[in-house]
């Protein structure tokens, strides 16, 4: 198979790396094929999960049919580079939904089970990986493993989370969402301070299937950590405004605009992201009566604008997502805002959610507790340096950050986040006992073994 030699990054544009692609264009030709491999789906994750410097990367994006849909029971079977989008064209209209989604739509099988991706709805309905009923692993020999939680248990929850570092996943049966209508039921509340938004998060009055709350990252003093509390759920058809009750599983195609070329780095700087904020929160925080929105709307309020990473310009942007556990998450999320507003670093799209219990994957991010994520400009070493200070803050306080959004943890606070790293290594050794598959990631974290 042809390859490509190409510089490529995953979706906060840093770091950039010189990688050799291939393209297998059918399920079959998915093997790892050389010394050194990792799988990418659509690039989605921010840092350098995906990339594979002086390495080989399988794109899985041409993997992409559909092998079966059980319309009566929800249970769809596809190749692992389906994206969410194609998914959801094919099922909303049939009534089904996925049961975890993350914030956007363009984002491969495969890439939600390697991250375990969650969603809005952690606290009620786990991780992707609840959802999973099986998958197909393609190890390092071309041996091809049927894994569930009760086939091959140990290489199943090795992969949900495993960041691709235990195989290829060739194709995934899973069992969707009954839903009524492609609406949601949703509901706006302003919080003034971190506090408050603690309450109205942990608060069944306030709460929903899906609910998260957006922060403004730039708020001060007593106003630290305001937010908008976002709450909703799948409407019934029936409950809709005459209008939408016509044809309630379809919706009309979205326009998306594209940001044509990279923005000058100055564009997102403490000014202006302060004053879109403040604009923010003024807005949705106003919306307090219920109001019934479209799920793209609602899920995906990022995929109107087509590469929107580019509003960072060349230079990219970091994104940094961490939990910490319930016990100590209001004080540890203080610190956190108050070691970013001390740092006067810009940031922007702050988001907050509570999460429910860990998982059985060893390297799955969520734990119950609170997640925090926010977007920050790249400015080189100031940044880094200010990143490592909220790395030992989540630490002291028990809590780790998201593998799939990261381009720069240290491996021992890697090592410190993740203990249960330990159970994992002996699973992966079994499936790739000469570690042929490796990212730029994995080395970096020394997941290899290596300290
Ligand atoms: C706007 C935006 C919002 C997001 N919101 C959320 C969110 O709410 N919750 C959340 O959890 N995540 C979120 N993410 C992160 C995203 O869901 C994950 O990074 C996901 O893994 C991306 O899928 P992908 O297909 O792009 O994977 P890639 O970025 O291509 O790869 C990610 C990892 O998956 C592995 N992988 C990909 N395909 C395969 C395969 N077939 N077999 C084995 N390994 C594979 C890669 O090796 C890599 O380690 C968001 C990302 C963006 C850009």
Known sequence: MKTLSKEIAGWGRYPVQRCELERPERHAELTARSASVIARGQGRSYGDAALNEGGRIVLTERINRFAAFDTTQGIISAEAGVTLAELLAVSVPRGWFPSVTPGTQYVSLGGCIAADVHGKNHHHDGAFSRSVREFELVSADGKRLRCSPREN??????????????????????????????????????????????????????????????????????????SVVMAGDHAAADALPRRLRTAPLLLKPRGVRDVPFDMPGWLLNPLTIRAFNALYYRVAGRKRAPFVTDYQTFFYPLDALGNWNRLYGRRGFLQYQCVVPTVTALAALQQLLEALAASGHPAFLGVLKRLGEEGAGQLSFPMAGYTLAMDLPMTGPAL????????????????????????????????????????????????????????????????????
């Open 153 to 226: 248990a140990d290489a199943f929850w090795a992969t949900v989370g495993g960041m691709g570092l235990t195989g290829i996943v060739g194709d995934v049966e899973m069992q969707l969402r009954s839903i009524d209508s492609a609406y949601i039921n949703a509901r706006h509340t302003a919080a003034k301070d971190l506090e408050q938004a603690f309450r109205f998060l942990q608060d069944a009055e306030h709460d929903a299937r899906y609910t998260v709350a957006w922060i403004d990252l730039t708020s001060r003093g007593a106003a630290l950590g305001r």
């Open 384 to 451: 880094l340096k200010l990143l490592e200070e909220l790395d030992a803050i989540v630490l002291r306080h028990g809590g780790r950050v998201y593998l799939a959004k990261d381009a720069r943890l240290a491996a021992p606070s890697f090592r410190a986040m993740y203990p249960r790293l330990e159970a994992w290594w002996p699973i992966k050794q079994a499936l790739d006992p000469d570690g042929v598959f490796s990212s730029s990631l994995s080395r970096r974290l020394s997941i290899g073994g290596v300290a």
